[in-house]
DNA sequence: CTGTTAGCGCATTCAG
DNA sequence: CTGAATGCGCTAACAG
């Protein structure tokens, strides 16, 4: 069983490739009913499908998207995948969808096999490790947008949450409901990732605004299995923290391990508050309290804006757009 | 900024296309080290990327598999992906991951597309909607391979969990520990989706097995929207069951809910048993006992299989491996 | 060892 | 309204 080509139909139906494919691409076109007809019989008999290669090819566009995360494991991560997804379905574009494990390596290799296949453009969660490849990329004025994180001194548009303002919900909320010895542990500082220097900012001027000290041995930016050690740390403190805000939702998993192993009553001997909801929130014994991202409407606009850039004119302004993260009140705090 | 060709780079090094085109695919060729250097010159010079759909459309093949899954919210799913897109890096593939939702529509839709553009194979979650497109697929010798879901009386590769047995694991766990009411819960029955009917079999042959009566009021496969009013309903039982068997991760995720809703102790008042790990089960309260199936090995085979399918002959024997699932007994029994 | 030639499947002038 | 011709970027014989 051989592939069917547009030759094939085209024999069948009597007519020339061309009209075949215009037939396919054009309705509107004037074109008599009996052409058609015959056409469209041929096209059913044979089973025709168009191979989008070969059209890609001619076209060169293969109405496509690249989505690059840093770390798939951010239930974030999924959740704007699936929006980006929704609304490139609506667009007739398909996506790829590439895990760079926060792997600067993997990043480039993924960005560099994308454009070799030529997708028309790329949404990435940058690692921030690429300043060449991405540099390169503005400056072929290819389309690219980037999500949750910001690369210093790029024009790139990109689209974030308010993260400062995240953390200082967090900790305006735990204020409000007495706590003074407000701890915070989020991933490895080291990189400079956007969100958690960001974060860990905006508790650090929110315990200001509130007049309360910043306490070195109060916070910390760690890899994940470096963090029950920490946490060992400031309970072992003569004033360990009374709260914690977890920067993310892969931080909370290890905190709330934490409070298991040791058996610490939430939120009686230790509050906690989580950035990123998890799907277990409402049902955590007792029901956490979580500041949650927009995380669809973020994806939606990724998308939009990227398409934009593909099918309009390249951007002169390209503005970073900011969301506003909620908090959900539950039982932890 | 125009996009460079092998044609470019050919004409910078003073030498042929099909040169140039050696040069990139076999290293090993018979070739001056004078033409290999002005070559490599050029090509860094110009920035040069092969096209990789121009290499798609003469080759007649893309490296890149597509995966269809029927439901992405499921944890297995994405941990089966994860490991396809492992073997496939290795294997220098890429692959594009479709959710269908659970819609034989949108998984035609998917199937169709990947087609189109000219995947190499598939594989897929089936919905179980579209016999007539799975069998032209095996008619036309398409590379493909069912995962979790078995499609009646096709001759496709497809790889399981052993469900019966999964079940059976749960069963006999459950009567180990004493208890003889035991229910089963799990998301609706009426398409006949494998997973599904096997489990609540498997529960039922256990139960006789043990000499415990099957009891109507006891299992139900219903949506998730009904799940709650099913549960009322059990509990409002004059003997109501003494544990409950969650059928998959989106199930436990229902009874949980209901259970904190009424305040139910886990496992004094109902002992709860998950089929499916879930992210939060060992940090739960109380930790949960799971039934988990090694999503990581299914996926590799699935990937192994599929890239077998592609570059080698057509298998004749197209058989269905089942996996063994795994206890994991935490504190929730 | 390297260049010439001929398509892959489709879309697009441009004539007829 | 329809057909013949041309080329997208690359690979694959086949000659030189």
Redesign the pocket.
Known sequence: MK?V???DV?ALA?????????Y??NRY????E??KRRIEAAIQQLG????Y???S????QTSTIGVIVANILHTFSTQVIRSIEDVCREANFHVIVCNADDDPRQEKEYIEMLRAKQVDGLIVFPTGGNMKLYEEMVAAKYPLLFVDRLVQGLPVESILLDNEKAAGLAVDHLVENGYTRIGMLTTSLEQGITPRVERINGYKKALEKHSLPVREEYYAGVELSRMEAVLEEMFRLPEPPEALIAGNDLTIMEILKFIKKHNLAIPDQVAVIGIDEVSFSSIYHPPLTTIAQPAFEMGKMAAEKLLAQIKGPYPEQREVQRFAPKLIVRKST
Chains 1, 2 share one sequence.
């Not at 076109?29 to 008599?32: A, E, L, Q, T």
């Open positions: 592939h080509t547009m030759a085209a009597k007519v020339s490739k061309s009209t075949v494919s215009q396919i691409n076109d004037y074109m008599s009996e052409t025709y499908k168009p191979n290669v070969a059209k090819l001619k076209q060169k």
